[in-house]
T-cell receptor, first 111, second 116 residues
């Protein structure tokens, strides 16, 4: 089983739609979780951290479910500019910190 | 956050040659990382570079193939040695910034390498 698993998509959604991605992780001791956004031919950029209580940033909501070992990202009122690949990132600490990236979920918002 | 630059942004190299990629950060950071992202793949950590010590390599990556320098807290280089077409990839450096009880990673713009 991969350490971090994501559905690569692509998810094709119309403008204004709500879309959600999940990401599962295998290490129950994982400590920190993030969503990154990567545009085509660009570097990944931090979108938001994922907190145990869930957190919201504008149209974006991130949630963590430790019992089921997954995190989610919800995007409301999708914009064309949301089209990108969304990377799930898990941070483990065991001697030294290890960051593991998922393969990413590709989102295409259609006019 | 941090502002990170990489040079070169892209290069086309012949097999058997070596390329050194530079990474410059606008602030002093303890932890710097080098990643590779092959087409259609996620990011794979090559090594962690701490100033004043040897880099720590991940499984599948060795110092002879990917020598790393970290002469100070704002700069690092990664060399891709004796290149083959399989080394064609995007190479990214990143830094770790402590934040709110955890740490966050910020990435440079990447170096797109094509080996012919």
């Amino acid at each position: 089983r991969k350490e971090v698993e994501q559905d690569p998509g692509p998810f094709n959604v119309p403008e204004g739609a709500t879309v959600a991605f999940n990401c599962t992780y295998s290490n129950s001791a994982s400590q920190s979780f993030f969503w990154y956004r990567q545009d085509c031919r660009k570097e990944p950029k931090l979108l938001m951290s994922v907190y145990s209580s869930g957190n919201e940033d504008g149209r974006f909501t991130a949630q963590l479910n430790r019992a089921s070992q997954y995190i989610s990202l919800l995007i409301r009122d999708s914009k064309l500019s949301d089209s990108a690949t969304y990377l799930c990132v898990v941070l483990n600490s065991g001697g030294y910190q290890k960051v593991t990236f998922g393969i990413g979920t590709k989102l295409q918002v259609i006019p | 956050s941090a502002v990170i630059s990489q040079k070169p942004s892209r290069d086309i190299c012949q097999r058997g040659t070596s390329l050194t990629i530079q990474c410059q950060v606008d602030s002093q950071v303890t932890m710097m990382f080098w990643y590779r992202q092959q087409p259609g793949q996620s990011l794979t950590l090559i090594a962690t570079a701490n100033q004043g010590s040897e880099a720590t390599y991940e499984s599948g990556f060795v110092i002879d193939k990917f020598p790393i320098s970290r002469p100070n807290l704002t700069f690092s280089t990664l060399t891709v040695s004796n290149m083959s077409p399989e080394d064609s990839s995007i190479y990214l450096c990143s830094v770790e910034i402590p934040a709110s009880g955890t740490s966050k990673q910020y990435f440079g713009p990447g170096t797109r390498l094509t080996v012919t």
